[in-house]
């Protein structure tokens, strides 16, 4: 009995639907992107922690829940026009996927270090949605386009930091991803399509929202773009990002 309820309690930090709505309906509570971003990287670990604290093996029929929820928020951000909706369908259907690493990988310290992979690119997207914010009054996709030639340094660090969250090739979740998929192969090769249906969505999630906001004639509306220093601590951190994917990509060797 105890176990059930520790893996309920879990599948709110490692959401699975429909417990992941608690962790969606908390993230569009809280409007600072310092305050989203700590909830972001503190979150899963949470889950991940009551897991080996009870030493629980995990099913692989949890594993396929976690694949169905990943493929649900990552279908649904495909239409989103709200930034922080959008970021929250990402990160949710990022952590539903630990429930693989736990159920045909190895588990353990490497689904800690999954977790920070998926989690840091969208702590630093949530920085540029307060950003948008404090400079249109909101971050949606549609009321502000062009972004390219208002925003030039906003936007280079944009599309970066999408890259990032939607496990491009250099970054860190695209060799996370990589390795999920050759983990669960042999053990079901449905799931691991599955997988590769959830990354796809996610690329096109990100590029249909890259293209409603840089693409197009911005309006007549001046604001200031991102700033030197910050658009080099943006870029730094991406670079650390880019030696972390290197890095775990040498471990998988």
């Not at 390219?148 to 936007?155: E, G, I, N, T, W």
């Amino acid at each position: 009995m105890l176990s059930y309820v520790t893996l309920a309690l879990a599948a709110l930090f490692l959401p699975l639907f429909p417990f992941s709505m608690v962790f969606n309906l908390l993230l569009s509570r809280v409007q600072r992107g310092w305050q989203r971003g700590l909830i972001i990287l503190l979150w899963p670990h949470i889950g991940i922690g009551l897991l080996h604290v009870a030493d629980i093996q995990v099913s692989p029929w949890v594993a396929v829940w976690g694949v169905l929820t990943a493929l649900l928020y990552a279908a649904r951000a495909l239409g989103l026009r709200d930034m922080g909706a959008w970021m929250g369908f990402i990160v949710t259907s990022s952590w539903a996927l630990l429930w693989v690493a736990e159920a045909f990988g190895p588990g353990g310290e490497l689904t800690h270090l999954y977790a920070v992979t998926f989690a840091v690119p969208l702590v630093l997207f949530a920085l540029l949605g307060e950003g948008l914010t404090r400079r249109y009054g909101a971050a949606y996709t549609g009321l502000y386009v062009g972004l390219a030639s208002s925003l030039p340094r906003f936007s280079l660090v944009l599309v970066l930091v999408v890259l990032a969250a939607v496990a491009t090739p250099l970054f860190p979740g695209f060799f996370a991803m990589l390795a999920l998929m050759l983990d669960t192969v042999p053990h079901s090769t449905a799931t691991a399509v599955a997988l590769a249906l959830v990354w796809l969505l996610w690329s096109g999630a990100g590029m249909r929202l890259l293209t409603d906001l840089i693409v197009g004639q911005p309006g007549s509306t001046e604001v200031s773009d991102l700033g030197y220093a910050s658009t080099s601590g943006f870029l730094v951190g991406l670079g650390s990002l880019v030696i972390a994917g290197l890095y775990l990509v040498g471990g998988m060797s």
